[in-house]
């Protein structure tokens, strides 16, 4: 147990940073997650946006490394370009 006034305050710190980036963090990994299980181009399009927002915030927040988002951003998008825009069929 914290045994000083500053201590006890960094304790508090702490808790509240740490359930801040975990919140976060799971943000993050819901979206990257709903990138990729979208089946339409547009739709993943959109939800690439929003995930690549997402993790640049992150990084620049120090939450995860910035090559971490880097790398991620670099798979969503190339899983992203391998899905085939939705064809019509002719009637």
């Known amino acids: 147990m914290a045994q000083h006034k500053s201590a006890e305050k960094r304790s508090r710190q702490s808790a509240k940073r740490r359930e801040f980036n975990r919140q976060t963090k799971s943000e993050m990994k819901t979206l990257t997650r709903k990138v990729r299980t979208t089946k339409d181009k547009e739709k993943a399009d959109a939800a690439l946006k929003e995930a690549m927002s997402s993790l640049d915030k992150l990084a620049a927040k120090g939450i995860i490394h910035k090559n971490k ?3 991620q951003k670099s ?7 391998k899905l085939k825009a939705p064809t019509s069929k002719p009637a």
């Open 69 to 71: 988002a880097a790398n």
């Open 75 to 81: 798979e969503l998008v190339r899983f992203v370009n």
